[in-house]
């Protein structure tokens, strides 16, 4: 079984709506990173949580981090097509910020 | 900072010639890089770590001797892969660790097609 499930695997919203993608671990996390992807390009790295509970905001993005440290979201605020993408979590295992251990994907599409 | 770049972004190759793809940190140092991999429509998944210096370190069932890893200096490694065939074509993406909580940030890719 995937070791890091992320849902929904593929999302369209409305412009301005807000969204939530979920990352959940079958195991307990040393950090979590969140990434996005344009398809046939690099990743471009979004946030990085490593404490349970912990909370990081950037613009219209939050990712959070829950206290068992096994599930992450991301929620969008008021979406723009500029957040459309593919979002990728990412899990640290061995506390080394090394063997990223990635997620499924979610692609978004934002509509106007 | 923390640029990551790879050269080339696209290669196309005949079947058994080698490519080899960079990767480079622009404006910082990196003692260890990541080769990833990724499938079309499909996510990461972690080839190689590159250590400076060093031997790489490859995952299960990564064959060492068609993917030969290269870390050269503290901001180049190189990826050769050895007599392409067709299933090698992919989409491959390096990494380098910085800053305090040694984020990881990805070059924008090299994407092979091998006839």
Redesign the interface.
Known sequence: SQELEQSPQSLIVQEGKNLTINCTSSKTLYGLYWYKQKYGEGLIFLMMLQKGGEEKSHEKITAKLDEKKQQSSLHITASQPSHAGIYLCGADRTGTASKLTFGTGTRLQVTL | G?V?S?HPSRVICKSGTSVKIECRSLDFQAT?M?WYRQFPK?????MA?SNEGSKATYEQGVEKDKFLINHASLTLSTLTVTSAHPEDSS?Y?C?A?FGR?????????T?LTVL
């Open positions: 923390a990551v790879q260890t990541f499909q996510s990461l998944m972690l770590t989409f993406i990494s660790r909580n040694n984020e990881q940030f990805f070059g924008p890719g994407r």
